[in-house]
């Protein structure tokens, strides 16, 4: 990854601003869950797995720290914070959510994904390349090797944005009345992306 020679101001307030929106939707969309009612919003969808205990604690899990993973993971792109402190604070605040938690819950919530076999295992794909992308950036930094681990940095924030892409998609349904479920839609961004990766993957390794 060659990363921009000028980061300014002017530079970055579209992104920034872009991330904020993306982060204020992504806290609206959590807010109805503190009240742990089994029938809000995308939960009346999931009635038959909500008694589960292991996928109730990774539902509110994966959607409580949803906000941690989208400004921590920007800033590791920001130039402003290449030499200081809190690229490293903020890089393993991500690092960590999404190995420890934001993964890991997505595998257990994929096993239960709505659409059929394809939609599961494009979910489980995804959470399982999420983490390892993310622990190859992690063990690259910890080698000092940092073009690597922007690259894979990269990849695996890629994969965090796409939970903001379906529900974008789900909005866009829901204002044009489309007729096609926005999860259908999502196996095939996922097939993109875990494609890439995985061939990324496999690039390395060979």
Known sequence: ?????????????????SLAVAT???FRLSVPYVSFERNV?????????????????????????????????????????FRQA????????YILTVLLVAAPTGLLMGLH???GLGAKASFVLL??????????????????RFVEHGEWLFYSYA?????????????????????????EVRVHVHDELVGERLGTLVGHVG
């Open 127 to 144: 959470s399982l390349t999420w983490f390892v992308t993310t622990l190859l950036a992690f063990v690259a930094a910890k080698q000092k």
């Open 24 to 26: 204020y939707f992504m």
């Open 41 to 81: 919003d995308f939960l009346a969808t999931k009635q038959n797995v909500y008694h589960i205990d292991y996928w109730r604690v990774a539902f509110y899990a994966h959607v409580f720290t949803s906000i941690l993973v989208l400004p921590a993971g920007f800033t590791q792109f920001n130039k402003t914070f």
């Open 113 to 115: 994904a709505n659409g």
């Open 159 to 183: 994969l965090t944005l796409s939970a903001i892409t379906f529900r974008l998609l789900a909005l866009g349904f829901d204002v044009f009345d489309i007729r096609v479920r926005p999860q």
């Open 86 to 93: 809190w690229h490293r604070r903020m890089g393993m605040i």
């Open 1 to 17: 990854v060659i990363w921009p020679a000028g980061c300014g101001f002017m530079r970055m307030r579209m992104p920034c601003t």
